[in-house]
């Protein structure tokens, strides 16, 4: 019995020596193929989207991405590879597959905000999970200028059409709103004693982002970096959307806003206490063309869950994010996807009042009436 518990404890030693000089083993893991194992209905539900968007998503990032040189080491050959394969050498063993990391950050936008269950699903560490999320969001972001844009001169007047056949108010080509964005509460280290200005009026942290849509509901603009705390008003007021229109880049046509905005000459508001048929008639047509912009924060924070519920990363990964959605958003309306189901972990009931708390009203505000104002009511008077 004594030889038994000497030898146990002389290999005891051993294995430990071994750490000592060779470091932990390392672990591999076992990881499955998502893109080519799931069924396309099972897919879309994990993913919220279809096979035939993310690959052509794959397609864009790889084209979008500076090459790098990589050199191999088994064959001494050198590879000019896009950006997305060097971010984990796709010549290390059990390397990260470029798809299988969009997947994984894809699975992250529909997860509750979690790395945990990121790197669960596909197989990985969280901190290679932070990793990949974090690089693959900012090469999605890359592509905002690409899908989410004003509309050119020469689209004017499509898109006006476009808000014109919803209720016929005419010369609208887009509506603008804020939407409140769950984050935790920023680290005393990266905002100093400023951290509660992230606090909004419904007392949780958050980033008041403004968006503003086409009558399609796809995005034409997005300010994602004001705190919970600042005005909607604010934050139109220094934006670069402001400055177009008052130059004079989109002549003769509207924006479209709740009363939390002044009103101007391009950017319309409900009158506070409408007279009269034609004033009823503008406000009636004027709220139900701007419900566009509620509609499409609605269907992006449902195809993303993600932006009802928040997350937990840094402050930069986190504005990154609500591009890089935006995008993903607009992309998904130019491949004609449907609105998918909700993940089966996902209470509809939860995300929908969360999407309601995010949706802050504004106090109105009084405005001044304006010569276009009338104009319109003289409009209205004449259907």
Known sequence: MAFVEEEFFIDDDLDILDIVEFGF??????????????????????????????????????????????????????????????????????????????????????????????????????????????????????????????????????????????????????CVDGTNIRIQSPAVAVCGEDAEIFRNRKSYFSINTQLTCSADLKFINVVARWPGSTHDSTIFNNCALKAQFERGDYPNSYLLGDCGYPMRNYFLTPLLNPNGRAQQLYNNSLIRTRISIERAIGVWKRRFPIMAYGTRLKLDTILTIIVATTVLHNLAIDMNEPEPPLPEEVNINELHYLIEMGQIPEVPQNNNAHQHVAQLINYFSNL
Do not use: W
């Not at 672990?27 to 690959?55: A, G, I, P, Q, W």
């Not at 669960?120 to 969280?126: A, E, L, Q, S």
């Not at 808000?163 to 016929?168: A, L, Q, T």
């Open 25 to 174: 083993p390392r672990k591999v893991y076992n990881r499955t193929n998502h893109f080519e194992d799931l069924d396309n209905l099972t897919f879309f539900k994990r993913f919220r989207l279809t096979k035939n968007t993310v690959f052509h998503l794959l397609e864009l990032i790889e084209c979008s991405q500076s090459c790098r040189c990589v050199f191999d080491n088994n064959d001494n050959n050198l590879y000019v590879l896009p950006f997305l394969f060097v971010i984990t050498c796709i010549f290390r063993n059990n390397s990260v597959t470029p798809i299988d990391q969009l997947l994984a950050v894809l699975r992250f936008y529909v997860s509750a905000g979690h790395l945990s269950t990121v790197s669960d699903f596909i197989g990985t560490d969280v901190s290679t999970a932070s990793r990949i999320v974090a690089k693959v969001t900012r090469a999605i972001a890359k592509l905002y200028p690409q899908f989410v844009k004003m509309p050119d001169p020469n689209d004017f007047i499509e898109a006006q059409t476009d808000f014109y056949r919803v209720v016929s108010f005419p010369r609208v080509i887009g």
